[in-house]
Every structure is written in C-alpha cells, then in structure tokens.
C-alpha cells in the first residue's frame, strides 16, 4: 500500500492509495456540447454518466482532480439512511415527503448497484446490512419511532435486539441489503468511460461564471465553453443567481482508518448518538476498520483535537492494532434536510448541493433528478429537491 503526501494535519484518505492519479487535459476553448457539469465529484461525473448515456455530449469541467475533493473525505456507506431522519422528516415535511425521499434513497440505492453492473467496475461494491444502534439504553425510544417511521414507508427495516459489534450495545435498527464501496475506484472508471465520443473531461480548469442564455457561456481560468444546460456540481455553488449558500449550513467530520485484532462483522453501523460510524474496507494488508465522527467548524486549522477523541474513542471500542490513516472533511446540510436539487432561476442552469453527509445516495439522486429534468422526464423526485423552494 503506498501512502499518499500527507499535509499539516497528517491528513491522507485510504481512497486515494491504490488508484492512479489523473490526467484529463485542460479546457479547449471554443467547444460547444449538450451540457457542461461543473465539478468532478460524485454528483457531477454520475449526472455526466447518466446524460452520456441518454445521448447527449457533455463536458465535466473539474478545478483541480477529479475525485479529490469531498468525496475522497467519505467513508462510502450506501444507504437508504445515514442516521435517525424519517421520524423527524414525517413529522416536519409531512409522510408524502418522507414517502419520497425514502424513495429516492431507494432507488440511488439501486442505480448505484447497476452502474457497477453496467460499466463493470471493479470497486469492491458490498451488499450488507446497516445498523443504527446506541451504545447505551438511553434514547431508545427515539430508535423505535425511527424503526416504525422506516417501516410505514416501506423500508426494508427490522427491529434487532442487538447489533453484534466486539462491544455492548443496546437494541438497533437493521437496514437489509444496503451497500458500501470504494469511492474513487468507483468514479475514476466512469470518468475514464465519460470521455471520447463528443464528451470530454477537463482538469485543473476552474469555472469562473456562467453567462446566461439560450446558449450558455462557462467562462473558466482557461477561456470558455458553450452549453445549451450548466449543471453546478461544485459542493458549494460557485455560481449562484438564487442565494442558495445561504441556506447551506457547513461542518468537517473526521474518520480514521484503523487494523484491529480479530474478525470485525461484516456490517456497516452507526451509532446515533453521539454519532460515530464504522465500516470495514478490504486492504492488502487486511480488512481496515474506518470509525468516523466528531464535528468541527470546517475552517479549523488544527484538527489535532478531534482527531485525538476520534482515537480515543475507537481504542475505547476496538482491539486497535495500529492507526494507518487520518482524514476529514466537509460537507453541508440545507435548512429542512433535504438537498437542493433542480433548476435554478435560470432556464437551463441546474444546482446540487447540500447533501448532508449522505452524498453517495443523495450525490446519485442528485444525478438522476437533472438527468430528467434535462431529458423531459417528471418523477416523483422533481418537487421536493426543487432548489428554489427556499426561496
Ligand atoms: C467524514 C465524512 C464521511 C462521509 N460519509 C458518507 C457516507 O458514509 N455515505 C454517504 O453517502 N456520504 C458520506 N459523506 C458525504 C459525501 O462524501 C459527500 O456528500 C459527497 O462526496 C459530496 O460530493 P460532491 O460531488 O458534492 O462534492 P466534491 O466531491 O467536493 O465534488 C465537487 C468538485 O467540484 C470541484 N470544484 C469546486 N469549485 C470548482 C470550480 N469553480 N470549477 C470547477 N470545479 C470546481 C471540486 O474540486 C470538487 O472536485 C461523508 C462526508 C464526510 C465529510
């Protein structure tokens, strides 16, 4: 295994090891294709993988590498929930809402599982079980109404009595056939598939504006390139006519990778509060236990703090063998929960953000919401990610 460059923080995350570093050219100017997806994470190279696949040309245009951002920050779990949500979402949004949302969940779910399939990647895609638990007895009516909220929207949920991790818990929720991933092997093969054909990947060329339009011009640090749809997949907007930032609320998580001794079962789990997850993750040295958790202002400059709790607590949970990888990042939750997904102001000039620490689904819903806003296709999914409904 070969350690990348770790930086001030002595920060490096697992999946960037064993995956080439890119090299997509930058912009050339002058070009004109369907739609133009700026930014290359997860939500913009599986938009621009469902549109290629729809017969449109498309161009990602990525500032830096592609897959090096907030999504090399995830631990990858894939789930119809990352935590506690329907119960608190049916009683805010109401149960056709939550109906939806867990449908949406459902379904990036699935449309992860078959693009694996479809494009044949190996990325040591999982299907297992996700637990939601708490260490302790306190709270556990909390879970049992988020058990019943899952249940009445047709979740595939089960009440269980305990969740089999090497340490005591309290009863759990189990979510069958969910899934996990690597992430960049994941992205970087649908990247490489995006390009040629009239479609093209550009790097280290950083969007700078969009010039509304029929047409519309991407004007870039390396010239412009014309688009009949822009899809901003920035993380943070980086063009924003509708104020959205302001209803996009950012924290850093922090995850370490860590060797313990002994089997560790073959689950993802989260314990909800105060929430900390793991997951495993196949290695050459072995399966490596990634515990996430802790929360800090995103512009914290030394991070040393958290992660010396975030040890602490996995030394207190788990026969820690060694420490190998130390990592964080950001990511931003919306006012209601729900990310912002759709059209903004601007005829043809589309926005996903705000996914609340559950990109994997909500970056791939993302995708599938603007590949058919942009093909003419009405879901079920269009209204409640409407950007604009903050308006
Ligand atoms: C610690 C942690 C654990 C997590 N665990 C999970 C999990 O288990 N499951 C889950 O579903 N989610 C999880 N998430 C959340 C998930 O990782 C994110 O929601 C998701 O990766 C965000 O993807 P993105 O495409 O929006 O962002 P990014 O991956 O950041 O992609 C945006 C891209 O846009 C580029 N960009 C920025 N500005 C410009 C510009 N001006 N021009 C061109 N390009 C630009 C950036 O360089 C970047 O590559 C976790 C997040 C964290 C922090």
Redesign the pocket.
């Known amino acids: 295994m070969m350690h990348q460059e770790k930086n001030s923080n002595n920060e490096s995350s697992f999946w960037l090891e064993m995956c080439p570093a890119t090299n997509f050219p930058t912009l050339n100017e002058g070009l004109k294709v369907d739609v133009a997806i700026?930014?290359?994470?997860?939500?913009?190279?599986?938009t621009a993988t469902l549109l290629k696949k729809a017969g449109y040309t498309v161009a990602v245009?990525?500032?830096?590498?592609?897959?090096?951002?907030?999504?090399?920050?995830?631990?990858?779990?894939?789930?119809v929930s990352?935590s506690k949500i329907y119960n608190n979402l049916i009683s805010t949004l109401g149960i056709v809402k939550a109906q939806k949302y867990a449908n949406a969940n459902s379904n990036a779910l699935d449309k992860i599982s078959e693009i694996v399939e479809e494009h044949d990647i190996d990325c040591d895609f999982h299907r297992l079980p996700l637990y939601i638990f708490n260490e302790s007895l306190e709270k556990v009516d909390e879970l049992k109404k988020e058990a019943k909220a899952a249940e009445k929207l047709g979740l595939p949920v089960l009440w269980v009595d305990n969740v089999h991790l090497p340490f005591e818990t309290g009863p759990g929720i189990k979510y069958d056939n969910q899934a996990?991933f690597h992430?960049r092997k994941y992205l970087l093969a649908l990247s490489n598939d995006l390009d040629g054909d009239g479609s093209y990947v550009f790097e280290k060329?950083?969007?700078?504006t969009v010039k509304e339009g029929e047409l519309k011009e991407v004007v870039?640090d390396q010239g412009s390139i014309m688009a009949h749809n822009v899809v901003i997949?920035?993380?943070?907007p980086?063009y924003d006519p509708d104020g959205l930032q302001a209803h996009l609320h950012s924290e850093?998580?922090?995850?370490i990778g860590v060797y313990v001794k002994g089997e560790f079962p073959d689950g993802?789990f989260i314990d909800s509060y105060p929430v900390h997850?793991y997951?495993s993750t196949p290695t050459d040295k072995g399966e490596m236990i990634l515990v996430?958790g802790e929360h800090s202002p995103v512009n914290v400059e030394d991070r040393s703090l958290y992660y010396h709790r975030l040890e602490k607590y996995a030394h207190e949970h788990l026969d820690v063998e060694s420490v190998e990888y130390l990592?964080?990042?950001?990511?931003s939750v919306t006012d209601d929960g729900l990310p912002m997904i759709g059209m903004t102001s601007q005829e043809g000039i589309y926005v996903?953000?705000g996914?609340?620490?559950?990109?994997?689904?909500?970056?791939t819903t993302?995708a599938m919401v603007i590949a058919d806003l942009i093909t003419g296709k009405q879901t079920d999914a269009t209204n409640i990610f409407n950007p604009l409904r903050f308006k």
Do not use: C
């Not at 060329?205 to 700078?208: D, G, S």
């Open positions: 700026l930014g290359g994470g997860i939500a913009g190279i599986t245009i990525e500032a830096g590498r592609v897959v090096k951002d907030v999504t090399v920050g995830t631990t990858a779990k894939i789930s990352p996990q992430p060329t950083r969007a700078i870039t997949a920035t993380h943070s980086v850093r998580s922090y995850v993802m997850t997951r996430a990592w964080s990042s950001k990511d996903a953000a996914f609340g620490f559950w990109g994997m689904t909500n970056g993302a």
